[in-house]
């Protein structure tokens, strides 16, 4: 029972290790030289400004609407209407 114990102690341990890395043919087991190969790597990538490929202008894509009348109010009969229908379609409901 002892030896079952002893591994299950052991691979918890083993689970929070990094491997070694691998790197210009170059392998780092330390873990101070797998940390600055991995800083340096991921510092390389996010230094580089992003070049975008494609680009969509969604003016051409979207219809040309009139929204002009969207800010004007609205009368008190259309209001009323309105409030009339919605309790039409709840009693309905």
């Known amino acids: 029972m002892r030896p079952f114990f002893h591994l299950q102690a052991c691979h918890k341990s083993r689970k929070k290790?990094?491997?070694?890395?691998?790197?210009?043919?170059?392998?780092?087991s330390v873990?101070?030289?797998k940390s600055e190969v991995i800083y340096n790597?991921?510092?390389?990538i996010l230094r580089?400004?992003?070049?975008?490929?494609?680009?969509i202008v969604?003016?051409?894509l979207l219809p040309?609407?009139?929204?002009s009348g969207l800010d004007?109010?609205?009368?008190?009969?259309e209001v009323w209407e309105t409030v009339r229908n919605c309790l039409v379609?709840?009693?309905q409901g």
């Open 41 to 44: 790597y991921f510092n390389e």
């Open 72 to 77: 004007a109010c609205f009368s008190e009969q």
């Open 48 to 55: 580089k400004p992003f070049q975008r490929q494609h680009s």
């Open 58 to 60: 969604l003016t051409d």
């Open 17 to 28: 290790a990094i491997p070694p890395i691998m790197h210009d043919g170059i392998r780092f």
């Open 31 to 33: 873990n101070q030289a």
């Open 64 to 67: 040309q609407l009139d929204l």
């Open 89 to 91: 379609i709840e009693r």
